[in-house]
């Protein structure tokens, strides 16, 4: 069996067009796995097999590769960088150990990169920094050094330096060999040559390298004596040093290059292979209890010696089947096995297992912990499952995902195609769990939900290409909520008697405003058994049931506190079903009361714009509603940092674009709720009740 150590498993993650793709194709060109490096900007990567990726040369699903360097096997993950596609980074990095950083010469850390990165230090994965794209205009390394301190308030360990900038870029210093990489112009990345550091550096380069050195024996206290008393430590201690800092997110090792012109990137596999962590370094994934969802306290040790545990990251469906892409933690997985789901508790049978070269296959008959690996036909396995020894049972840890933010009605153009639709988007949401779908019960509709206006309409693409499917697509809808804004008690009696057993609940409530994000709450306080303790729970049900669908428009109600302080009860007529009738009745009486109000969806909205058109942008989001919390001048343009109501950003990009002549960029994320102001509340509840009389 293979050596744990020699593993490492890392994701490749940056903002849109920071150059991931680029810098996975030549890993795999360097790792030896294909031959002609394909171009994004041509449609040809190998990790961006979709149609719709070739086409608008960005990444939307997570490809896994394998390959090797150096007697050490890579499992990479290249992730997209669009904010609507962050649960395919979130996924990536709860199956990772080790992460490369990919950030633009030019472009520095943009917003996206700053939600990635925040993400991995959630996920506590150690990574190492490429700074790609040098020879393009306007790239500046110590620029975006400095913007990694600045935004991300990390610790970059600069390990090469380059050599000439922008067209002039040739190779690039070693920092901790003191050696210079130079490249030739026939643009191959095996075509390089050692050489002594250009006479013009020196200074620098010995100026980074105390720097360096200083950085790394603050690891090892013995050592960082010997160093104060001008002892040198040896190249095997300060790379010891390193691997132990870069683990426990101290600092993070950052290297400068080119992905496109192949300069600089063994230097990155170097590091990868020298100073990421292998499966058995990182903490191991915790285990949880599948009632609570809260930690047992035990963890899934990395040992193939262990019962099998492995989670179920993600599920493509492409030319050859439905594929469940798994990290298995511990244990071993061979061809033919049982094992248990224990989110279902049904057990499956592994049947083909294949190891992923992106767009290619390799099968293979068994995997062990550290493994990353695809299976082809698995029946009911979800993202996040856990799959573990039917003897063994347990639960990882899982996935949490964002809700969407953002809905459009669809029907299918032709009457025969509501079937096909319907399978069709069956699997999508299997794939994407921040994709979901629902039917309005009264209009029939289909509505599909996702995390933002380019989402959808690449859901819409791949329903329309990949399953010939044609759509009729609404307006985008947002999710509003409802809410109330006092406290009030009341009572309410149900009864019905007329021949026969009758039914007979009352309740005497308390309803309130509950804390924000806190959902619906019950609690009952009534002594004396005014309303026996058996009936409790049907009130409480009575309740919940109605928070689906509000008084004001029909939207589901947050945030609401019920008490149950009194009541009375029959002795033959009463029954659970008319306590839980009792408190519908109840909801309805008492919400109009209780001065319902409507909440609307508020997103997170970071822009970047060009200096020269700050105050058309901040004009506009004021315009929209937004309030502007925060704005950053970088070497680029400036930052603005706002809480924008999402109703007012349908089609934000197009009109970004026009104010700032195509150069400005945006990213939202879903953030809170918050009340409507009334004349948008009366425009929304009239278009809702419009709606329902048309239905």
């Known amino acids: 069996m293979a050596d744990l150590s020699k593993y490492r498993n890392i994701g490749i993650f940056a903002h849109v067009d920071a150059g991931k793709t680029t810098t996975t194709e030549r890993i795999l060109k360097l790792t030896g796995k294909i031959h002609k490096s394909g171009e994004t900007h041509d449609g040809e990567s190998t990790t961006d097999f979709m149609e719709q990726e070739a086409e608008r040369g960005i990444t939307i699903q997570s490809a896994a590769v394998t390959c090797e360097w150096k007697g050490h096997r890579l499992n990479v993950i290249d992730t997209p960088g669009h904010v609507d596609f962050t649960v395919e980074v979130y996924r990536s990095l709860k199956v990772l150990d080790g992460g490369v950083g990919v950030f633009c010469g030019s472009g520095g850390v ?25 020879d393009r205009m306007g790239a500046d390394f110590y620029r975006v050094v400095d913007q990694v301190k600045k935004v991300l308030g990390a610790n970059p360990l600069v390990m090469t330096l380059p050599i000439g900038i922008e067209d002039q870029f040739i190779g690039v210093v070693d920092v901790l060999e003191k050696k210079a990489y130079v490249w030739d112009e026939t643009g191959l990345p095996e075509n390089y040559e050692v050489q002594d550091v250009p006479a013009d550096m020196v200074d620098k380069v010995d100026e980074y390298h105390e720097m360096l050195v200083e950085s790394a024996v603050e690891q090892d206290e013995d050592l960082m004596m010997a160093y104060m008393e001008g002892e040198e430590p040896s190249l095997e201690d300060i790379k010891r040093c390193i691997r132990k800092g870069t683990r426990d997110l101290a600092f993070f090792p950052t290297y400068c290059g080119s992905a496109f012109k192949n300069k600089g990137m063994q230097l990155v596999l170097d590091a990868v292979v020298d100073y990421l962590p292998s499966p058995t370094e990182v903490d191991p ?43 298995i933690y511990a244990g071993r997985m061979k061809k033919g096995d049982t094992v248990l789901n224990s989110a279902t508790g049904k057990t499956e049978r592994i049947g083909r297992m294949v190891e992923m070269q992106a767009d290619d296959r390799n099968e293979i008959s068994e995997a062990q912990a550290g493994d990353i690996i695809a299976v082809v036909g698995m029946k009911n396995v979800q993202t996040g499952h856990t799959l573990c020894d039917p003897k063994h049972e347990c639960t990882l840890e899982a996935m949490i995902f964002p809700d969407p933010v953002i809905s459009i009605a669809v029907a299918p153009k032709d009457k025969g195609g509501n079937e096909k639709m319907g399978i069709a988007i069956g699997k999508m949401v299997a794939e994407d769990p921040s994709f979901q779908v629902e039917t309005d019960e009264d209009s029939g509709e289909t509505i599909l939900k996702g995390m933002g206006e380019l989402h959808l309409d690449i859901k819409v693409d791949i329903l329309k290409r990949t399953y010939g499917v044609e759509l009729v697509v609404g307006q985008p809808q947002v999710a509003y909520r409802e809410t109330i804004t006092k406290e009030i008690e009341d009572s309410y009696t149900h009864k019905k008697q007329s021949g026969g057993s009758g039914q007979f609940g009352k309740i005497d409530y308390r309803i309130k405003p509950g804390e924000p994000n806190s959902g619906f709450t019950f609690t009952s306080s009534v002594v004396g058994g005014n309303v026996p303790k058996e009936f409790w729970p049907a009130v409480e049900k009575g309740f919940a049931s109605m928070m689906q669908e509000g008084v004001l428009a029909g939207f589901p109600v947050l945030d609401v506190e019920v008490e149950l302080f009194d009541g009375a009860f029959h002795a033959v007529d009463s029954s659970a079903i008319a306590f839980e009738i009792a408190a519908k009745g109840a909801f309805r009486q008492s919400i109009p009361k209780a001065g319902a109000q409507l909440l609307e969806p508020i997103m997170k909205v ?90």
């Open 110 to 134: 943009e917003p996206q990169s700053e939600t990635n990165w925040r993400y991995a230090n959630e996920s506590e994965v150690a990574r190492v920094i490429f700074v790609n794209k040098l």
């Open 606 to 695: 970071d822009v970047f714009t060009p200096e020269d058109n700050v105050g058309d942008v901040i004009g506009d989001l004021n315009r929209r509603r937004g309030m502007i919390k925060d704005q950053e001048a970088g070497a680029m343009g400036v930052r603005i940092k706002g809480d924008v109501p999402l109703s007012e950003m349908f089609g934000y990009i197009g009109h970004l674009r026009t104010i700032t002549s195509g150069r400005g960029q945006f990213s939202m994320e879903f953030s809170h709720y918050a009340p409507c102001p009334a004349n948008v509340a009366e425009t929304v509840i009239a278009a809702e009740k419009e709606k329902k009389a048309a239905k």
């Open 285 to 327: 994934q915790p285990l949880t209890d599948p009632e609570t969802g809260e930690p047992t306290g035990e963890v899934a040790t990395v040992s193939a010696d262990e019962p099998l545990k492995a989670l179920a990251f993600k599920i493509m469906d492409d030319r050859f089947g439905a594929l469940t892409f798994i990290r």
